[in-house]
């Protein structure tokens, strides 16, 4: 996290907050609990009025609280994953494990719900219950009722009891593994099971498998982790969400009804806001560890993606939705296999137009993630050029957008004074001087010559 972020990250624009509400310490717990999230810019100045203004009917202001709070995490803006009715509805599930199977590179995945929140399936008698598979299954998946109950000897229900990681590296060795045989796990060498829960509640299990002995990486377990506790948290933030507009509504709802509910989703908030950071974060960890590029190569060309958008004058909104775009822009990398990124040899010309395509992959991951919706444009464009000679789309000069160029910029000093498979590293002012004599045939001449001034 940068030093400006460490600094703003107890403040809100609900902090602007001139009067609270008299007799009531949670106004100013309300105000903090909201102030390091990625969603922030979503809040108006109007709802900072609304919240900092004197109210005589404190129940309506807890209630304008709540309901404001809700608009700002609905569907548009959060992960949308309960509400299902039916069994039909949880393809999504089967989507997010084929997803996961796909970035991390194993044979399969599968997600477990506990039957609490295994809406529309909790017919069965197994607590936790599988929802989703990356296996292609030629019969209705949930017509087997696959699942745990609470009390087995099962690596499932030991990770979501205990919450905690169960790794077996070679199953075939492990008298404790009992395979599944409708999930081909008789077959499995390597196993994995990550925890999906929150400090609110336990939600269920994420289990990724290798038919090899083949480890994941400590990069891919991160991630996997992190993606483990945001849909957690989502889900219980949906839930929340739903319990309270039903609670606004009641005609003999307290105060302090209102009040405890206001303490768990400003609560809710904040850890999801962390998640998401975490997220995007390990995200790019885990394309560089498959792109071979040094440790934090993705945050070296953020942070100085950031620093030029300092240096510009840039807003705070506008600054981080740039960091992020600039860590996540290589996205598309973690969809590909890695053998492409470790070949010393010659690139085929059908890996080559794997790897040009590799940004239309990572802009429909991030579509699929609403809260980083707002980098897809600088992600799309970040390989165009000032001459209009880049891709995608050819777009020339100042109709390519400031973000793009930022980044654009701050990834080729970046390369340029990294060390790769194929050359050494060049000096700071080799690289300086490729950029200005390249300034305005590939990059824009006034970004350079502020990439210049701060590197000087």
């Keep these: 996290m940068s030093e400006e972020k460490k600094e703003n990250k107890n403040v809100s624009v609900f902090a602007r907050s001139e009067i609270s509400l008299e007799s009531d310490p949670l106004e100013e717990i309300f105000a903090l609990n909201l102030g ?34 809700i608009a700002i995490y609905s ?39 506990s039957k609490e929140n295994a809406m529309g399936l909790n017919t069965t008698k197994n607590d936790i219950l599988l929802v989703g598979s990356s296996l292609n299954f030629n019969d209705d998946i949930y017509e087997a009722e696959i699942g745990y109950k609470f009390d087995d000897e099962s690596y499932v229900s030991f990770s979501f009891n205990n919450k905690k990681e169960v790794e077996v590296k070679d199953c075939s060795k492990d008298d404790d593994f009992k395979p599944i045989l409708l999930l081909n796990e008789d077959k499995v060498k390597y196993y994995l099971a990550v925890p999906m829960y929150n400090n609110m509640e336990k939600v269920g299990v994420i289990v990724v498998e290798n038919y090899k002995e083949k480890k994941l990486s400590d990069e891919f377990i991160e991630l996997l982790t992190v993606t483990a506790r945001l849909f957690a948290t989502s889900m219980s933030l949906e839930k929340l969400t739903e319990e309270t507009n039903k609670l606004i509504n009641l005609e003999d709802v307290t105060v302090s009804q209102l009040q405890n509910n206001r303490a768990e989703l400003t609560a809710l908030i904040g850890d999801l806001s962390s998640e998401q950071q975490w997220f995007v974060e390990d995200l790019a960890k885990a394309v560089d560890a498959k792109s071979n590029f040094k440790n934090n190569y993705s945050h070296d060309v953020a942070d100085l993606a950031r620093e030029i958008s300092t240096a510009l004058g840039l807003n705070e909104k506008t600054k981080d939705l740039i960091y992020y775009a600039a860590l996540l822009r ?127």
Aim: charged residues 30%.
């Design 75 to 113: 569907i548009d803006n959060t992960l949308k994953i309960l509400g299902f009715s039916s069994k039909e509805d949880y393809i999504i599930y089967n989507a997010i494990a084929k997803t996961i199977k796909q970035m991390l590179e194993i044979d399969a995945c599968h997600v477990f719900l």
């Design 36 to 69: 390091d999230f990625i969603s922030e810019h979503l809040i108006s100045d109007e709802l900072v009025q609304k919240i900092s203004r004197t109210s005589v009917d404190k129940l309506e202001s807890l209630k304008n609280q709540l309901k404001e709070l």
């Design 330 to 456: 290589n996205i598309g990398k973690i969809t590909l296999p890695e053998e492409l990124f470790n070949k010393k040899e010659k690139l085929s010309k059908e890996d080559w137009e794997k790897l040009q395509n590799h940004p239309n992959v990572g802009v429909s991951i991030l579509m699929s993630i609403n809260f980083l919706s707002e980098v897809v444009p600088y992600i799309t464009y970040h390989k165009e050029r000032w001459d209009g000679a880049g891709e995608p789309e050819g777009l020339k000069g100042m109709s390519i957008p400031l973000g793009s160029r930022i980044i654009a910029i701050a990834d080729a000093y970046s390369a340029m004074t990294s060390d790769r498979t194929y050359r050494d590293a060049l000096s700071k002012e080799k690289a300086l001087e490729i950029m200005e004599s390249e300034s305005g045939i590939k990059w824009d001449p006034d970004l350079v010559k502020v990439l210049i001034d701060l590197k000087k």
